[in-house]
Antibody, heavy 120, light 106 residues
Framework: QVQLQESGPGLVKPSQTLSLTCTVS??????????WSWIRQPAGKGLEWIGR???????NYNPSLKSRVTISVDTSKNQFSLKLSSVTAADTAVYYC????????????WGQGTLVTVSS | EIVLTQSPATLSLSPGERATLSCRAS??????LAWYQQKPGQAPRLLIY???NRATGIPARFSGSGSGTDFTLTISSLEPEDFAVYYC????????FGPGTKVDIK
């Protein structure tokens, strides 16, 4: 079955850009009516949807983060990526990638998550 | 933005007891609501989609109901592995999650 795995630096300095990649295995990122999302969770807190990308390249972002977020896809590597600019300590969180299906609500499956700490 | 409110924040129960978790939306989300279970150090796991449909592999003791603005997740008889945090999620406009209900052992 499809599996997702996040990767990227675990430590980012304030004002810099956070960059993460999600590698999809067990299926093609281009197949089906899927979209690919990033979701984050600060320690001890709830879940926040960051944005999504369709295999067409079309994107949607959380309005609260839209000015700082870019999500892209590399179908040749079966990966999609997140860039979050001008980070502060408030961006410290576990970042998850997850799959959605066009026209449906749920995210499934999810990656295991990766902790990103923003600190100097 | 559609805001999801979950109650109670914490539910203290014993194994074998019935758990009833509530999720309320600030405006109608039709049946476009999902439920997830999250254990410490793990990613959320999909339990229920479209308000009442169990995801693949989810035991029958988990059930979901509701539509519009009021939804319920019921665990008919708690097993030891069910003690976790439960989140609801909707997809209108953009996806948002509720703050979660922690089900802990009494």
């Amino acid at each position: 079955q499809v599996q997702l795995q996040e990767s990227g630096p675990g430590l980012v300095k304030p004002s810099q850009t956070l960059s993460l990649t999600c590698t999809v295995s067990g299926g093609s990122i281009s197949s089906g009516s899927y979209y690919w999302s990033w979701i984050r969770q600060p320690a001890g807190k709830g879940l926040e949807w960051i944005g999504r990308i369709y295999t067409s390249g079309s994107t949607n972002y959380n309005p609260s983060l839209k000015s700082r977020v870019t999500i892209s896809v590399d179908t040749s590597k079966n990966q999609f990526s997140l860039k979050l600019s001008s980070v502060t300590a408030a961006d410290t969180a576990v970042y998850y990638c997850a799959r959605g299906i066009t026209g449906t609500t749920e995210f499934d499956p999810w990656g295991q998550g990766t902790l990103v700490t923003v600190s100097s | 933005e559609i805001v999801l409110t979950q109650s109670p924040a914490t539910l203290s129960l014993s194994p074998g007891e019935r758990a009833t978790l509530s999720c309320r939306a600030s405006q109608s989300v039709s049946s476009y609501l999902a439920w997830y279970q999250q254990k410490p150090g793990q990613a959320p796991r999909l339990l229920i989609y479209d308000a009442s449909n169990r995801a693949t592999g989810i035991p029958a003791r988990f059930s979901g109901s509701g539509s519009g603005t009021d939804f319920t997740l019921t665990i008919s008889s708690l097993e030891p592995e069910d003690f976790a945090v439960y989140y609801c999620q909707q997809r209108s406009n953009w996806p948002t999650f509720g703050p979660g209900t922690k089900v802990d052992i009494k």
